[in-house]
Every structure is written in C-alpha cells, then in structure tokens.
C-alpha cells in the first residue's frame, strides 16, 4: 500500500465527504443529460463505498465507546441514501423524479456530513476523546477502500443495501 496520504480515519472519511460535495456541486452546474448521468454514477460509487468502510470498520469501532443514538442515526441515514443510490443507478436523467432523487440525495448527505462533523459533540469529535487508533483504523478503511474501487472499475459494485431499515413496498 501506499503511504497514507491522510493522518488518521477521520481525515480520511473528511476527505471523501469533500470529494462528494464536489461531484454534487458539479451535478447541479451540469446541463447535458450525459454528463449528470455520469456525474450522479460517481457520485453513488464514491457514497457506496464510502458507507461500507463506515459500516464495516468505522462504526463498528466506536460501538459502546460514544453514544449509541449517534451511532444508529448514522446507519439509519445511510439506509436513506441507499435508497435513493439505488434508484439513481437504475435511472436516467430522462426518467421522472431522476433530478429530485439526486437533489435529496445531496441534502441527506449534508445533513449527515454536519452530523458527523459537528464540533465537540458530533461523531468525529466523540471518537476523537476515546482510546480507539485512529492512524490502525485509517490504514484498515484504506485497504477496503481500495478493493471497493478496484471491485468498481471491474464490473461495478452491488446494490446498496440497507441494514437498519426494513423495506416494505408500499
């Protein structure tokens, strides 16, 4: 692996929310169909990655050690955008609803984002005051993120799937 270019996990998972706010605010400057489409494809790629080393690593790492309605609002959110990631993928922007979709899409993100870094008593600050190794747990979010995107470029990742929210059609 590479020498690490972020500091610890936080850095990291900061680095990818900056990466995402960039691609929405790209998306709503796009004017050709093409181009959202391929805007709002990288947009569900870097957030369903982005959500499995936060399920996968992160949170389960901080489980017991901050508060536990913070941890299950997180999972609860991410449901939300899988949601929605789901819909975009299967869309187009010709299909009703597409630029909704993303749009809301974009909202629920930042209402996560300011959840986890809200200073003192959001997410990352609460992990910040416990023992946990945030320099081991970057290198751990950085090899699964690296096999999520080499598993992206050859063929794609799967549907998103929710894991706190139970889906019942309508």
């Known amino acids: 692996m590479a ?4 500091t610890d996990a936080i850095a990291l998972l900061k680095a990818d929310h900056r990466k995402v706010e960039h691609l929405f605010d790209q998306y709503e400057k796009a004017r050709s169909a093409d181009r959202r ?10 957030l369903k990655i982005h959500t499995a080393i936060e ?17 299950d609002e997180a999972y609860v959110e991410h449901d939300g ?8 993928e ?9 630029d909704a979709k993303v749009k809301v899409l974009s909202e629920d993100i930042k209402h ?19 023992d946990v190794d945030l320099v081991v747990l970057r290198d751990l979010m950085l090899a699964r993120k690296e096999e999520l ?6 063929g794609g990742l799967p549907l998103a799937k929710p894991s706190a929210v139970q889906l019942i059609a309508a």
Do not use: W
Not at 3 to 6: V, W
């Open 90 to 98: 299967a869309g187009s922007p010709d299909d009703d609803f597409y």
């Open 3 to 6: 020498t690490p270019q972020f």
């Open 112 to 130: 996560h984002v300011h959840e986890e870094e809200m200073p003192s008593e959001g997410m990352f600050a609460q992990c910040r005051r416990t």
């Open 55 to 71: 399920e996968e690593i992160f949170y389960p790492a901080f489980r017991g050690r901050i508060e536990d309605d913070t941890l």
């Open 149 to 154: 995107l080499a598993q992206a470029k050859n």
């Open 81 to 88: 955008a899988k949601v929605l990631i789901n819909d975009i």
């Open 37 to 46: 489409q391929s805007l709002a494809r990288d947009i569900c790629t870097e």
